[in-house]
């Protein structure tokens, strides 16, 4: 690690005015994934602010009938909330599919939403990244690819988002609260808040410099059969090959986002149109497209199949 | 290399300036990117090392039950905290990248990993360590079950592992689900399917697993069996 000094925020503004103005400032929170790459000098803050003492761990009712879930609430927390458990299924379900129990207990909501992604190559500081060294090329595409993106990838990166708990999010309607460094709150829905890589695969999200997220607030319970369906090379505590969040009404209709393939839960409401036609219509709309790469041809099927499974649970 | 002379900072500083070199050096193959003018936080690149010295900072924490104080380099772990600075070295150093649970220790009674969070994060907080759990001459429960289950072969994940054991019983009795709870609205139970997906954090290269989910297994009898006498063993 390079050296750096710390500080504990104040307040959430305080915390944004200070990430904005210190040259290298980053905020950690649970730190899992912050520390890990600043261990591999992948990333290299010069400043750490704190966020963890800020009161942003309480799990809310909103008064249109949502939860308010703090920035700062744990993993393990929000997925044994008794109210997610029973109103919000899906996101209870990818949060237990998520690491290891150590994890859980320190990864925090937004933490969980700004962790960078786990391709082999961001992470081998001797091979070309773009994402982690601007215009020096990609490794991933021609290298070893099989758990890497196959939609809304670009020229310069096929890397995936690697979160679980952000997927259900996305197919929950979720919307992330900030805080800006000038003190204005700022409301972005979570489809909004990762962007595609494009040319430029280092910026990852639509925040600015120095924002904090503040919460992720959930609209009122939908109801249906809430599934989060988990495809990967072990039973436990490994990333997605695939995974497919999906409500499914008892009619038929619903709606299903894909995590495991793409640089942001992969959602595309046109395609929950077929919902009622199955699993092929809805993942060829889902995927339309993919621009797999030989060694990850394999999860165009795969989706297919594990929403196949999903709608199957879902019907009973 | 800025401290020249110091035999294990130079080696690694060598061998990362062997990878920023190989970096740079090498020829894009594929997609290259053009900056662009985000602005988010700046994308870490090669080059200078900054010229930055160590900074200290103070944290007080409570050690399995004795309160400490300690003056720290920012960037010391917990881990590093308390095998280097308290010298308890009965938590271990695995792969120091939260993915072996060697260094699980219990925080503010619940079990994370110690490679994994900072020191001078801990201002204030109570950490349980393997010493802190037993004695050699009074053992936990789950350490004498351990010993009699042979739950370990070379023991080096085990300090991690009773760790983390205790917790697990701890956190299905508080009723939090799991990946493989088959109902997220009813309290999970205390099964060996239950137990195996909790400890997947913990990886045993000598492959105890099963030895040690007869230890746990046997904790877990003992826990119930004090509940109905109205009185808790662990």
């Known amino acids: ?316 | 290399m800025r401290h020249q002379g110091n035999a294990d900072v130079s080696r690694r500083g060598l061998l990362l300036g062997a990878a920023a070199s190989a970096a740079l050096t090498a020829t894009p193959r594929h997609g290259q990117a053009m900056p662009a003018d985000g602005n988010m936080p700046p994308a870490p690149h090669p080059g200078p090392v900054p010229n930055m010295n160590p900074v200290m900072s103070r944290v007080s924490l409570t050690v399995n039950g004795t309160a400490r104080t300690l003056e720290v380099d920012t960037r010391t772990t917990l881990l590093d905290a308390l095998r280097e600075h308290l010298r308890l070295t009965g938590t271990k150093k695995g792969c120091d990248h939260g993915q072996c649970g060697a260094c699980t220790v219990i925080v503010d009674g619940r079990r994370i990993n110690s490679c994994l969070t900072l020191a001078v994060m801990h201002e204030g907080g109570s950490v349980t360590t393997v010493e802190g759990l037993g004695t050699p001459a009074k053992l936990h429960p789950m350490q004498a079950a351990f010993v009699k289950h042979d739950g370990y072969q070379c023991g080096y994940c085990t300090p991690g592992q009773i760790c983390s054991a205790v917790a697990v019983l701890e956190e299905i009795e508080a009723g939090i689900p799991s990946h493989v709870t088959a109902s997220l609205t009813d309290a999970p139970q205390v099964t060996n399917d239950e137990m195996r997906e909790r400890m997947s954090g913990n990886i045993c290269r000598c492959g105890a697993y099963s030895n040690i989910l007869e230890a746990m297994a046997e904790v877990a009898g003992q826990k119930m069996a004090g509940h109905r006498n109205g009185r808790d063993p662990a």
Request: proline share 6%.
């Open chain 1, 1 to 316: 690690m390079r050296p750096f000094t710390y500080e504990r925020a104040t307040s959430p503004a305080d915390a944004a005015a200070k990430a904005a103005s210190i040259p290298g400032a980053r905020f950690i929170a649970g730190g899992t994934n912050l520390l890990d790459l600043m261990k591999l000098q992948i990333e290299t803050p010069a400043h750490l602010i704190d966020v963890n003492g800020l009161g942003l761990d309480k799990i809310e009712d909103t008064p249109d009938g949502g939860l308010r879930v703090g920035a700062l609430v744990r993993n393990t927390d929000l997925a044994a909330d008794m109210r997610v458990r029973q109103h919000y299924g899906v996101l209870s379900r990818a949060l237990v599919a998520g690491a290891s129990g150590q994890l859980r207990n320190v990864a925090t909501t937004a933490g969980n939403l700004l962790q960078r992604t786990r391709c082999p190559y961001f992470y081998d500081p001797n091979q070309p990244c773009n994402k982690r060294q601007p215009g020096s090329g990609c490794s991933a595409i021609g290298g070893v690819s099989r758990q890497l993106g196959i939609v809304g990838t670009s020229e310069a990166c096929i890397a995936t988002h690697p979160s679980d708990m952000a997927v259900a999010m996305r197919v929950l309607d979720a919307t992330v609260e900030t805080v800006r460094p000038g003190g204005a709150m700022r409301r972005i829905p979570i489809a909004d808040l990762h962007r595609l890589p494009g040319d430029s695969p280092h910026v990852e999200t639509t925040l600015e410099r120095g924002e904090l997220i503040t919460a992720v607030t959930l609209p009122k319970p939908v109801g249906g059969a809430q599934i989060y369906h988990k495809v990967r090379d072990r039973a436990s505590y490994a990333f997605a090959l695939v995974s497919v969040a999906a409500i499914v009404h008892p009619d038929g209709t619903g709606r299903v986002a894909l995590g495991g393939v793409a640089p942001k839960p992969w959602r595309v409401e046109a395609a929950e149109a077929h919902m009622k036609q199955g699993a092929k219509v809805v993942t060829a709309g889902l995927l339309a497209d993919a621009r797999p790469t030989d060694d990850n041809r394999f999860k165009v099927r795969l989706a297919e199949r594990t929403l196949a499974a999903v709608l199957a649970e879902a019907r009973g």
